[in-house]
């Protein structure tokens, strides 16, 4: 099993929000931390809070892919080695395809599928040299399904999963493993940061959200799954069926959407 006493974890979306109750999770077990973010002030005051040994704060933005390399450079040199590579950041989409502008549909891209792709091929020579890390990758239960008003925001999350489930198989043999974890609702502020079709925050705190999961019970999920050595995982109430129900039934599922409520 794992031991993640002085591994170091470096956890992007640290700010709120699942991110923050990682690191806290993380914390609890005697990790190292390096938390990313946007928001310097915040993350600074989740690291205190944390209570562990080390806890760094390198703030960075997921929007801007190619400023991510030499984030990874900083990380490494500052830490010294990353045994965990957590991609929790992410941004929302409460907008129908015929609403949304291409700069909405790059931006959700960009924060949701290439920044996660920028930071790990810039970190994955840093683990294949030392034979051994782990990339958490925090999806969505749209990552394998996709309903309305969320299409930019499912063909990320969909993006996560080919692009990290052919890298699992690639670096089999270097001592890497990747986990894939697919919440449902969570109990956060992430519909509030949602971005509209016009690029303007969604501001509204969704039904779905006020009742999902809690950001410490999905930690807990995920970092049981980690140290159990599990490759893919649903923490979710009932939204988890739905992934069931798409592999068994997808075309009852198909239908089931279409003539949902777009919310």
């Known amino acids: 099993m794992l031991e993640l006493r002085g591994k170091t974890v470096w956890i992007t979306g640290a700010s709120a929000g699942l991110g923050e109750a990682l690191a806290h999770g993380f914390a609890a077990r005697g990790a190292r931390l390096l938390l ?3 928001r310097t002030e915040r993350l600074e005051q ?3 809070a944390t209570g562990a040994d080390i806890a760094e704060v390198l703030p960075l933005d997921l929007g801007a892919p190619e400023s991510l390399p030499d984030k990874v450079g900083e990380a490494i040199s500052r830490m010294g080695h990353i045994d965990i590579m957590v991609h929790n950041g992410g941004v929302g989409q409460r907008s129908l395809v015929t609403e949304s502008t291409f700069e909405v549909d790059r ?6 599928f290439l920044g996660p792709l920028a930071l790990t091929k810039a970190l994955l ?7 051994s890390g782990t990339f958490v990758v925090i999806s969505s239960v749209l990552g394998l399904l996709s309903v309305k ?9 969909h993006a996560l999963h080919g692009y990290f489930n052919a890298l699992r198989a690639e670096v089999a043999g270097d001592g890497i493993s990747v986990l894939m974890v697919c919440p449902g609702h969570i109990a956060s502020e992430f519909s509030q940061a949602a971005l509209e079709g016009d690029g303007r925050a969604h501001g509204v705190h969704d039904p779905g959200n006020r009742s999902g999961l809690t950001p410490a019970a999905c930690a807990t999920r995920t970092i049981r799954a980690l140290l ?9 109430r009932w939204e988890s069926l739905g992934v069931y129900a798409n592999r068994f039934a997808p075309g009852l599922v198909r239908r089931a959407i279409a003539r949902a409520k777009a919310r």
């Open 125 to 131: 020579p840093h683990m294949i040299t030392a034979r």
């Open 149 to 157: 008003r969320r299409a930019t925001y499912c063909a990320a999350k």
């Open 107 to 112: 931006r959700l891209m960009e924060v949701n």
């Open 46 to 48: 989740v690291a205190r």
């Open 36 to 38: 990313s973010a946007r």
């Open 228 to 236: 159990a050595g599990e490759a893919e995982i649903y923490p979710a």
